[in-house]
């Protein structure tokens, strides 16, 4: 099987660049900038990996951001990360940003924007690999950063296919967030937000995600099982749910694998996706290899996967077609 997989096409839909941001990478741009880590080897800042919960995760995630600083960072980062994904014979990946995670500590969007962009470019005709890029709001900022984020990402609109939200769930909705994706979907950005594994009203916030801001897809959203009525209504809509089974593991107790085994049985558009690959130590080929071990997945489900994910891609008809 795992010959199968390694040869699949495969695509990638949920994946935040900024945890694609290996030890050994961290640790170059750290240098490159002058910076001193609070560690010693690689060794040493994978030991400090441990989470077992979304905040604990995000404390790392952003302190390992500190290191990107100029555009060739963020050309470096996505180069990195786009030749590791095009090795698993990944032919398409939608990429998330977090512009806010940079401007917040005085590093422009613009070189964030360019850098990432260069790198797609690059990466398309080096190696055959196609991206876009998802910008994703900041959801425990407020609501008028996530609007100005967004009024500041308009010139560059051509390089962005829409939008996403991240960071921690708690005590901040979806509906908190309305007027911003109300002007996103006007400017014709298509519209996405993280509706986190376990949350506290986990099947409230996928509700209000699908219902009040009318997204185009659900990233995790695995507690939808929870209401039949809402599986309905994202059955009939063909939504996409992009789960992430490895990063289910970290924080919360389990893959999660169950749940993507009901929710192919119900006919969603169920993908898999590696989130913080890494953080997590497992892109999209890894997250595959476990759910197949741990559901004895078929070729056929492991296909069907693939073709889900192709499917809900935000690439025009005649591109999807060409994958599918
Ligand atoms: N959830 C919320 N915020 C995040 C994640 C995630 O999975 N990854 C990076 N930021
Ligand atoms: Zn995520």
Same mark, same amino acid.
């Given at each position: 099987?795992?010959?199968f997989?390694?040869?699949?096409?495969?695509?990638?839909?949920?994946?935040?660049i900024?945890?694609?941001?290996? @030890?050994?990478?961290k640790?170059?741009l750290?240098?490159?900038?002058?910076?001193?880590?609070?560690?010693?080897s690689?060794?040493?800042?994978?030991a400090?990996?441990?989470?077992?919960? +979304?905040?604990?995760?995000?404390?790392?995630y952003?302190?390992?951001?500190?290191?990107?600083?100029?555009?060739?960072?963020?050309?470096?980062?996505?180069?990195?990360?786009?030749?590791?994904?095009a090795?698993?014979?990944?032919?398409?990946?939608?990429? *998330?940003?977090?512009?806010?995670?940079?401007?917040?500590r005085? $590093? @422009?969007?613009?070189?964030?924007?360019?850098?990432?962009?260069?790198?797609?470019?690059?990466a398309?005709?080096?190696?055959?690999?196609r991206a876009?890029?998802?910008?994703? *709001?900041?959801?425990? *900022?407020?609501?008028?950063?996530?609007?100005?984020?967004?009024?500041?990402? +308009?010139?560059?609109?051509?390089?962005?296919v829409?939008?996403?939200?991240?960071?921690?769930?708690?005590?901040?909705?979806?509906?908190?967030?309305k007027?911003?994706?109300?002007?996103?979907?006007?400017?014709?950005?298509?519209?996405?937000?993280?509706?986190?594994?376990?949350?506290?009203?986990? $099947?409230?916030?996928?509700?209000?995600?699908v219902?009040?801001?009318?997204?185009d897809?659900?990233?995790?959203?695995?507690?939808?099982?929870?209401?039949?009525?809402?599986?309905?209504?994202l059955?009939?809509?063909?939504?996409?749910?992009?789960v992430?089974?490895?990063?289910?593991?970290y924080v919360?107790?389990?893959?999660?694998?169950?749940?993507?085994?009901?929710? +192919?049985?119900l006919?969603?558009?169920?993908?898999?996706?590696?989130?913080?690959?890494?953080?997590?130590?497992?892109?999209v080929?890894?997250?595959?290899?476990?759910?197949?071990?741990?559901?004895?997945l078929?070729?056929?489900?492991?296909?069907?996967?693939?073709?889900?994910?192709?499917?809900?891609?935000?690439?025009?008809?005649?591109?999807?077609?060409?994958?599918?």
């Amino acid at each position: 099987m795992t010959d199968f997989i390694a040869g699949l096409p495969k695509c990638e839909l949920h994946l935040h660049i900024e945890g694609t941001l290996e @030890p050994e990478l961290k640790f170059a741009l750290a240098e490159r900038n002058g910076i001193e880590l609070p560690y010693s080897s690689v060794e040493d800042i994978r030991a400090a990996y441990s989470f077992d919960d +979304l905040p604990s995760f995000l404390k790392i995630y952003y302190e390992g951001m500190e290191v990107l600083r100029t555009e060739p960072d963020f050309y470096d980062l996505a180069m990195a990360y786009l030749r590791k994904a095009a090795s698993q014979n990944v032919r398409y990946a939608e990429i *998330f940003f977090d512009p806010q995670a940079h401007t917040s500590r005085g $590093v @422009p969007f613009d070189l964030v924007i360019r850098g990432l962009r260069r790198a797609l470019i690059d990466a398309e005709r080096q190696l055959g690999i196609r991206a876009q890029l998802i910008m994703c *709001f900041l959801r425990d *900022f407020q609501a008028e950063y996530a609007m100005a984020t967004l009024l500041e990402s +308009l010139p560059y609109r051509e390089w962005i296919v829409g939008v996403g939200l991240d960071s921690d769930e708690k005590g901040n909705p979806p509906v908190k967030f309305k007027a911003v994706y109300e002007r996103a979907r006007q400017e014709g950005y298509l519209l996405t937000m993280h509706c986190d594994v376990d949350q506290e009203n986990s $099947v409230e916030h996928i509700r209000q995600a699908v219902e009040e801001i009318g997204v185009d897809r659900v990233d995790h959203g695995v507690n939808v099982l929870e209401d039949p009525a809402l599986v309905e209504t994202l059955r009939e809509r063909g939504l996409g749910l992009t789960v992430c089974p490895i990063s289910n593991g970290y924080v919360t107790d389990s893959t999660k694998a169950d749940a993507i085994r009901r929710m +192919l049985d119900l006919g969603l558009r169920v993908t898999v996706n590696s989130d913080d690959p890494a953080y997590f130590a497992g892109y999209v080929q890894e997250n595959l290899a476990v759910l197949a071990e741990e559901l004895s997945l078929t070729e056929e489900d492991l296909v069907q996967l693939e073709r889900n994910a192709f499917e809900i891609t935000w690439l025009p008809r005649h591109l999807k077609d060409a994958y599918l």
